[in-house]
Nanobody, 123 residues
Framework: VQLQAFGGGSVQAGGSLRLSCAASGSTFSTYTMGWFRQAPGKEREFVAGIVWIGGNLEYADSVKGRFTMSRDFAKNAVYLQMNSLKPEDTAVYYC?????????????????WGQGTQVTVSS
């Protein structure tokens, strides 16, 4: 399984970004996809997750109402639409996958990781 995340960048507080993650190397019908992030000097944390078939969604409390995760079956891709960005959202964002149906908030439950994309939000 290969995951390629892109779409990061620099924005001012209150702005928006959309991250994309292209997945390949498997059929993803039994997979769960996730987004994690790691800010400088902090541990990596769960952001959002979606079950590929079924669409069960979960969000971290810190992004609920501002971020939206979605998937595109035809493109084998997942997205993270980030609105009302705050400086504390600054981090490297990672796309992840696991071959089980069910969102986990633990990074060790995801064996597949993309390379990460930097998001910087200035005040």
């Amino acid at each position: 399984v290969q995951l390629q995340a892109f779409g990061g960048g620099s924005v001012q507080a209150g702005g928006s970004l959309r991250l994309s993650c292209a997945a390949s190397g498997s059929t993803f019908s039994t997979y769960t996809m996730g987004w994690f992030r790691q800010a400088p000097g902090k541990e990596r944390e769960f952001v959002a997750g979606i079950v590929w078939i079924g669409g069960n969604l979960e969000y971290a409390d810190s992004v609920k109402g501002r971020f939206t995760m979605s998937r595109d079956f035809a493109k084998n891709a997942v997205y993270l639409q980030m609105n009302s960005l705050k400086p504390e959202d600054t981090a490297v964002y990672y796309c992840t996958a696991r071959a089980l149906r069910g969102v986990s908030r633990k990074e060790n439950d995801y064996p597949y990781w993309g390379q990460g994309t930097q998001v910087t939000v200035s005040s």
